[in-house]
Nanobody, 121 residues
Framework: QVQLVESGGGSVQAGGSLRLSCAVS?????MAWFRQAPGKKREGVAS???????AYADSLKGRFTISQDNTRNTLYLHMNGLDPEDSGMYYC??????????????????WGQGTQVTVSS
C-alpha cells in the first residue's frame, strides 16, 4: 500500500519561494504534483518518472522544479517567484505506471491529503 504525506505549505508574499515535500511509503512509478484552487479543477503541476525525467505545466516552466531524493522516499516541489494565482491546495500523487501525464488525474490512484499554499500580493 502506498501512502503519501505532504508538508511544507504555508503563506508567503508574492515573489517568494516555498518547498513542498511529500513523504512516500511503498513503491511507486510516476509521481506528480497537482494543485486545486477554490472553484477550479485540479490541474497538473509537474511529474517525474523513475528515470528522473520531468515534465511541467507550460505556464509553470522555469519557476517550479520537481525532484526526488535518491531513495525515492521523498518528493519535492520547489516553487519560486510565487504569484497569488499559485494559491491553492497542492497534492502529491502517484500511479503504478511509468507513463507520466499531467493532463488527467484519473490515472493517479494514490493521493496525499494536500498542503495549502497561500500567496498574498
Amino acid at each position: 500500500q502506498v501512502q503519501l504525506v505532504e508538508s511544507g505549505g504555508g503563506s508567503v508574499q508574492a515573489g517568494g519561494s516555498l518547498r513542498l515535500s511529500c513523504a512516500v511509503s511503498g513503491y511507486t512509478y510516476c509521481m506528480a504534483w497537482f494543485r486545486q484552487a477554490p472553484g477550479k479543477k485540479r490541474e497538473g503541476v509537474a511529474s517525474i518518472d523513475p528515470s528522473g525525467n520531468t515534465a511541467y505545466a507550460d505556464s509553470l516552466k522555469g519557476r517550479f522544479t520537481i525532484s526526488q531524493d535518491n531513495t525515492r522516499n521523498t518528493l519535492y516541489l520547489h516553487m519560486n517567484g510565487l504569484d497569488p494565482e499559485d494559491s491553492g491546495m497542492y497534492y502529491c500523487a502517484a500511479k503504478p505506471s511509468a507513463l507520466c501525464t499531467l493532463r488527467s488525474t484519473a490515472a493517479y490512484i494514490y493521493w496525499g491529503q494536500g498542503t495549502q499554499v497561500t500567496v498574498s500580493s
